[in-house]
């Protein structure tokens, strides 16, 4: 059974760091992209970062220099390092694996939970 499950999420001020993990079980890890998703209430759901199974990365314009997506392969989990934080990051995030290296989440086939980040001014 696949399973991703997102932790880390939470409540934090503008321009504070947090970290989000993602464990990853049910399926070859290894060989699978992994990429965040984000969605805010009343919008899209949108790419962030994605990696391949190494240390290669895409990231959505809005979040370069301020974000870092990496991964252990050997712990099957996937972290996304959040700094500089602004309000407008507040949103549901998502971790996904898909077969695309590619920022759209149509090309993602399994799917986290999610947890919440919440960013004040």
């Known amino acids: 059974q696949v399973q991703l499950v997102e932790s880390g999420g939470g409540s934090v001020q503008a321009e504070g760091s947090l970290r989000l993990s993602c464990a990853a079980s049910?399926?070859?890890?290894?060989?699978?992209?992994m990429g965040w998703f984000r969605q805010a209430p009343g919008k899209e759901r949108e790419g962030v970062a994605v990696?391949?199974?190494?240390?290669?990365?895409i990231y959505a314009d809005f979040v370069k220099g301020r974000f870092t997506i990496s991964r252990d392969n050997a712990k099957n989990t996937l972290y996304l390092q959040m700094n500089s934080l602004k309000p407008e990051d507040t949103a549901m995030y998502f971790c996904?694996?898909?077969?695309?290296?590619?920022?759209?989440?149509?090309?993602?086939?399994?799917w986290g939970q999610g947890t919440q980040v919440t960013v004040s001014s």
């Open positions: 996904a694996a898909g077969r695309v290296y590619w920022l759209r989440p149509e090309h993602f086939t399994y």
């Open positions: 049910g399926f070859t890890y290894s060989t699978y992209y």
């Open positions: 990696i391949d199974s190494g240390d290669s990365a």
